[in-house]
């Protein structure tokens, strides 16, 4: 799986959209982007992925560049349930790639 | 429909003392996942089944055995517990088939180890 790289924190204001970077400069061809939130020690749950081409849920919007080296994602309109650790994974969707977690961003909405 | 069932939620153990711990999940999932995590970390895969009859060693397999039951289940035993195996443990599920969505997470085990 290919490395992504995201900052450790982020804050943003209740009510605004927050938009999570993601790098993955080194992703191969048939690796799909996948986020997933962690609230509070919960078990991580899934929000969204992508392979090229721009995508959207009920949850948020995914945001993935043409030379697919980064992505992000948007939470339209942050609550304070939002608040979360987010993470990236770079996963190809053949076979049985497992997830592997990285670090995360913690995710604050301020109110 | 309850997803990925874990149990129990909170242990404490003495060292050298063994246990199970249980999960279970309703949706016709074909792999089963084991992680564990540690405060401030990410999660780190410790075993896995891809498929009933079938289970193979993640990132951090030392000192834990897996039985995968039957589809539905899909155990972890610490034969000897330690402190360094203090975490939270977390089952997964996931359809294996290429339009794979995620993984379904459970709530997790709280274990403690003294």
């Given at each position: 799986?290919?490395?992504?790289?995201?900052?450790?924190?982020?804050?943003?204001?209740?009510?605004?959209?927050?938009?999570?970077?993601?790098?993955?400069?080194?992703?191969?061809?048939?690796?799909?982007?996948?986020?997933?939130?962690?609230?509070?020690?919960?078990?991580?749950?899934?929000?969204?992925?992508?392979?090229?081409?721009?995508?959207?849920?009920?949850?948020?919007?995914?945001?993935?560049?043409?030379?697919?080296?980064?992505?992000?994602?948007?939470?339209?309109?942050?609550?304070?349930?939002?608040?979360?650790?987010?993470?990236?994974?770079?996963?190809?969707?053949?076979?049985?790639?497992?997830?592997?977690?990285?670090?995360?961003?913690?995710?604050?909405?301020?109110? | 429909?309850?997803?990925?069932?874990?149990?129990?939620?909170?242990?404490?153990?003495?060292?050298?003392?063994?246990?199970?711990?249980?999960?279970?999940?309703?949706?016709?999932?074909?792999?089963?996942?084991?992680?564990?995590?540690?405060?401030?970390?990410?999660?780190?895969?410790?075993?896995?089944?891809?498929?009933?009859?079938?289970?193979?060693?993640?990132?951090?397999?030392?000192?834990?055995?897996?039985?995968?039951?039957?589809?539905?289940?899909?155990?972890l035993r610490l034969e000897s517990a330690a402190p360094s195996q203090t975490s939270v443990?977390?089952?997964?599920?996931?359809?294996?088939?290429?339009?794979?969505?995620?993984?379904?997470?459970?709530?997790?085990?709280?274990?403690?180890?003294?």
């Open positions: 799986d290919a490395k992504t790289t995201q900052p450790p924190s982020m804050d943003c204001a209740e009510g605004r959209a927050a938009n999570l970077p993601c790098n993955h400069s080194t992703i191969s061809g048939n690796e799909y982007v996948y986020w997933y939130r962690q609230i509070h020690s919960q078990g991580p749950q899934y929000i969204i992925h992508g392979l090229k081409n721009n995508e959207t849920n009920e949850m948020a919007s995914l945001i993935i560049t043409e030379d697919r080296k980064s992505s992000t994602l948007i939470l339209p309109h942050a609550t304070l349930r939002d608040t979360a650790v987010y993470y990236c994974i770079a996963r190809s969707n053949f076979g049985n790639e497992k997830l592997t977690f990285g670090t995360g961003t913690r995710l604050t909405i301020i109110p | 429909n309850a997803g990925v069932t874990q149990t129990p939620k909170f242990q404490v153990l003495k060292t050298g003392q063994s246990m199970t711990l249980q999960c279970a999940q309703d949706m016709n999932h074909n792999s089963m996942y084991w992680y564990r995590q540690d405060p401030g970390m990410g999660l780190r895969l410790i075993y896995y089944s891809a498929s009933e009859g079938t289970t193979d060693k993640g990132e951090v397999p030392n000192g834990y055995n897996v039985s995968r039951l039957n589809k539905r289940e899909f155990s443990y977390f089952c997964a599920s996931s359809d294996s088939g290429f339009f794979n969505y995620g993984y379904t997470f459970g709530s997790g085990t709280r274990l403690t180890v003294v």
